[in-house]
């Protein structure tokens, strides 16, 4: 992995996002990976029982997508500071999202490096159904 | 019989849970197995042994089963609510140092807010936000995150007007 530094980082690039196709196979790696058996992420008739059109993907992998868009991008010197996000909108199963981001602002803090990111998953059927901010910190290159 | 949200922030806003060690330690499988779901290949995560930073809170937790025990629904699930259907709906989280393989977390959970905000599923929606601390063998903390889920009833249930024992006034 090569390593990014806060000096590299321009206001407005876009991060090298990824997509994920939403296969079956899919979640049933999403509740492996989780351990979160909340019926809502894998039965099918239970998720429309409850008002929703079929099952979607969890909070943790959902975050797990856009931490690693964050991880990726920062390299190994980085680290995540902060991550917030918003689920407005399904990602169900059939779906590709499409995790991507963008950098808002670099800015020095106490001696680190900080760049602010607008980080979403969207897919074709939603657009952006989960948007989201982070902070991430880089090493100085004069460092 | 109706819901009588007052009642419900007076008993809940501000309980905490006392501090409860992960049930096991911070390991390797889990980490390949969450890497492995979303087409991770970060050599830090599978061959490093660094913890996810969006994992500690799972290693914090006592575990995934039996369902209730699961991060913060062993909680959600006491406080009453019209319905007991759940979608979690806004997720926060800042980090303070990274984890390695083969630390011990431990996690409290605090209720900051319960209330009914109507939504497509349900009028009687309500709304839980809550913030989790975790912390490492050390005391110190690792990160601090805000979660808020929504608690909603079945559309038989909107329909019929069920209100759960638990939670009718």
């Given at each position: 992995?090569?390593?990014?530094?806060w000096?590299?980082?321009?206001?407005?690039?876009?991060?090298?996002?990824?997509?994920?196709?939403?296969?079956m196979?899919?979640?049933?790696?999403?509740?492996?990976?989780?351990?979160?058996?909340?019926?809502?992420?894998?039965?099918?008739?239970?998720?429309?029982?409850?008002?929703?059109?079929?099952?979607?993907?969890?909070?943790?992998?959902?975050?797990?997508?856009?931490?690693?868009?964050?991880?990726?991008?920062?390299?190994?010197?980085?680290?995540?500071?902060?991550?917030?996000?918003?689920?407005?909108?399904?990602?169900?199963?059939?779906?590709?999202?499409?995790?991507?981001?963008?950098?808002?602002?670099?800015?020095?803090?106490?001696?680190?490096?900080?760049?602010?990111l607008?980080?979403?998953?969207?897919?074709?059927?939603?657009?952006?159904?989960?948007?989201?901010?982070?902070?991430?910190?880089?090493?100085?290159?004069?460092? | 019989?109706?819901?009588?949200?007052?009642?419900?922030?007076?008993?809940?806003?501000?309980?905490?849970?006392?501090?409860m060690?992960?049930?096991?330690?911070?390991?390797?499988?889990?980490?390949?197995?969450?890497?492995?779901?979303?087409?991770?290949?970060?050599?830090?995560?599978?061959?490093?042994?660094?913890?996810?930073?969006?994992?500690?809170?799972?290693?914090?937790?006592?575990?995934?089963?039996?369902?209730?025990?699961?991060d913060?629904?062993?909680?959600?699930?006491?406080?009453?609510?019209?319905?007991?259907?759940?979608?979690?709906?806004?997720?926060?989280?800042?980090?303070?140092?990274?984890?390695?393989?083969?630390?011990?977390?431990?996690v409290?959970?605090?209720?900051v807010?319960?209330?009914?905000?109507?939504?497509?599923?349900?009028?009687?929606?309500v709304?839980?936000?809550t913030?989790?601390?975790?912390?490492?063998?050390?005391?110190?903390?690792?990160?601090?995150?805000?979660?808020?889920?929504?608690?909603?009833?079945?559309?038989?249930?909107?329909?019929?007007?069920?209100?759960?024992?638990?939670?009718?006034?």
């Amino acid at each position: 992995m090569s390593q990014r530094c806060w000096e590299d980082v321009r206001e407005g690039e876009a991060l090298p996002g990824f997509a994920l196709e939403l296969t079956m196979t899919r979640m049933v790696q999403q509740v492996s990976g989780t351990q979160d058996f909340y019926p809502i992420h894998h039965d099918r008739d239970f998720a429309r029982s409850g008002g929703h059109p079929d099952i979607f993907v969890n909070t943790a992998f959902t975050r797990a997508a856009l931490c690693r868009l964050l991880t990726d991008w920062a390299g190994p010197a980085g680290f995540v500071k902060r991550l917030g996000f918003q689920m407005r909108r399904y990602h169900l199963v059939g779906d590709t999202i499409y995790v991507r981001g963008k950098v808002v602002k670099k800015y020095r803090q106490d001696g680190v490096g900080a760049v602010d990111l607008e980080i979403w998953a969207e897919n074709a059927r939603e657009g952006i159904a989960t948007p989201g901010t982070a902070t991430v910190h880089l090493p100085l290159r004069s460092a | 019989m109706g819901f009588d949200i007052s009642r419900v922030k007076v008993a809940w806003e501000g309980y905490e849970t006392p501090l409860m060690p992960g049930r096991y330690p911070v390991e390797f499988d889990p980490i390949r197995r969450h890497c492995h779901m979303v087409d991770d290949q970060n050599p830090l995560f599978l061959e490093q042994g660094f913890c996810p930073p969006v994992m500690v809170d799972y290693f914090a937790s006592r575990g995934a089963w039996p369902p209730g025990e699961l991060d913060i629904l062993g909680l959600i699930r006491k406080i009453p609510t019209p319905g007991d259907r759940l979608v979690n709906m806004n997720h926060e989280f800042e980090w303070f140092k990274a984890v390695k393989v083969g630390e011990r977390l431990s996690v409290s959970h605090k209720v900051v807010s319960v209330d009914v905000k109507p939504t497509k599923l349900d009028p009687l929606s309500v709304w839980i936000k809550t913030e989790t601390r975790i912390v490492d063998e050390r005391g110190e903390t690792v990160a601090l995150r805000w979660n808020q889920i929504l608690v909603h009833r079945t559309p038989e249930q909107v329909q019929a007007g069920f209100i759960r024992a638990e939670a009718a006034a």
